[in-house]
């Protein structure tokens, strides 16, 4: 099972709600008993930083935080994030547009030096023309359009792939930056098929 599978199966479990902590911790025990370390994939990506378990305990799908812990969270968050060092947000939108595609890495047959996907498909509707896109995410359709590029556009935008807790303490959306998934010029291309006017997600 890649890492994104596990993910979505963790999420869609932890979504449907827990009527108790026996139950929270059955689910615990299973993954646990469940999975084992094979090549890169090891069994640490089941423990959860700070910022998931502050998110995890859900009622009726709702993440049970208070408006004090999630700006906190997203502070934390926000201060994490590192900016390009050289000023240069954006790369090339045809490179982007292949990250956004590729759903590859991580996985325990992988290496640790792989290049990784973004998935961003997955959950987000980018290129008109895919018609294959998930919808657990905004469609980012027509996103350099409709917001332009300037500074505080490319911070933000920057920020929520680099760290999407950033702007939502509990997003479901993967910390690309922040859990080295992808690289610096890897972000570079994604920022270019969002915002380059020449982009198809912009026409
Ligand atoms: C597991 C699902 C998931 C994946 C994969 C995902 N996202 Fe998201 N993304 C979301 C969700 C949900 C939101 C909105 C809620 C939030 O803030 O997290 C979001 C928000 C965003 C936003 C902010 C939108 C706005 O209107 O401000 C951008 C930009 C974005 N995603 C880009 C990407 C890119 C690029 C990728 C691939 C590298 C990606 N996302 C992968 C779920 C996902």
Same mark, same amino acid.
């Given at each position: 099972m890649n890492s994104f599978k596990l993910f979505l199966l963790m999420g869609s479990l932890l979504m449907s709600?827990?009527? #108790?902590q026996a139950q929270e911790l059955d689910l615990k025990h299973m993954m646990e008993s469940s999975f084992q370390t094979k090549g890169i994939a090891s069994v640490d990506r089941l423990t959860q930083d700070e910022n998931q378990m502050a998110c995890s305990t859900l009622v009726k799908g709702k993440p049970q935080i208070n408006a004090k812990q999630q700006a906190k969270i997203e502070k934390t968050n926000l201060s994490l994030v590192a900016y390009p060092q050289d000023g240069v947000y954006l790369g090339n939108w045809r490179e982007g547009e292949k990250i956004a595609q590729s759903g590859k890495g %991580?996985?325990?047959?992988?290496? %640790?030096?792989d290049v990784n996907g973004g998935g961003c498909y997955n959950c987000h509707q980018l290129d008109?023309?895919?018609?294959? @896109?998930?919808?657990?995410?905004?469609?980012? @359709?027509n996103y350099g359009k409709i917001r332009g590029q300037d500074e505080a556009v490319l911070k933000y935008t920057w920020a929520k792939l680099y760290? #999407?807790? %950033?702007?939502? %303490?509990? #997003?479901?959306?993967?910390r690309f930056g922040h859990f080295k998934l992808l690289t610096e010029n890897q972000l570079r291309d994604l920022m270019a098929l969002l915002?380059?006017?020449? #982009?198809p997600v912009n026409q």
């Open positions: 709600g827990f009527h #108790s %991580a996985t325990w047959s992988d290496k %640790a030096d008109k023309k895919e018609i294959s @896109y998930g919808t657990i995410g905004p469609t980012l @359709y760290n #999407s807790k %950033a702007y939502n %303490a509990c #997003s479901v959306m993967p915002l380059d006017p020449q #982009s």
